[in-house]
């Protein structure tokens, strides 16, 4: 998929992009492939769902169910990137959610959410280390 003006959202450019589809926008590849190569939704859901057991399953469940934490199953609320970020680095201490900002690297983050955002009934696409970072 090539040139500028494809029409293309993103989410479906990034559906493409983990399919394989080479996505070529102004010439260049897509930003986020720029970003980090081997951040693929693939990869970074398959390294999410080991920190996510981790470091988020006692609370919210194995399967995402909730326990002690909110149930993430089909929750609209992993949707916003930016809300999702900051739960996880500055947690919500007042709602017993401890934040993992120096627990975790950017990559790591990015994987949880990743793997959260595309888990049990969810299907929110990618989150890049580059985000994580961006969001600390």
């Given amino acids: 998929i090539t040139g500028a003006g494809t029409g293309l959202g ?3 450019a990034l559906l493409l992009a983990a399919r394989g589809a080479r996505l070529v926008v102004n010439n260049r ?3 986020d492939s720029l970003r980090d190569p081997a951040a693929d939704l693939a990869t970074l859901t398959r390294e999410g769902q080991t920190q996510y057991v981790r470091n988020c399953a006692p609370c919210h469940g194995a399967q995402g169910q909730g326990d002690m934490g909110p149930k993430l199953v089909a929750n609209e609320a992993v949707q916003a ?4 970020l900051a739960m996880i680095i500055q947690g919500a201490e007042n709602h017993g959610m ?3 900002k ?5 990559r790591q983050i990015a994987a949880i959410a ?9 299907s929110f ?5 580059a985000e994580a970072g961006a969001a600390r």
């Fill in 125 to 129: 696409g990618l989150v890049t280390p």
């Fill in 10 to 12: 993103r989410s479906y």
């Fill in 29 to 31: 590849r897509s930003r």
């Fill in 81 to 84: 990137v930016g809300n999702l």
């Fill in 114 to 122: 990743t793997y959260v955002r595309n888990s049990w009934g969810n």
């Fill in 98 to 100: 401890p934040p993992f």
């Fill in 102 to 106: 120096d627990q975790l690297n950017d």
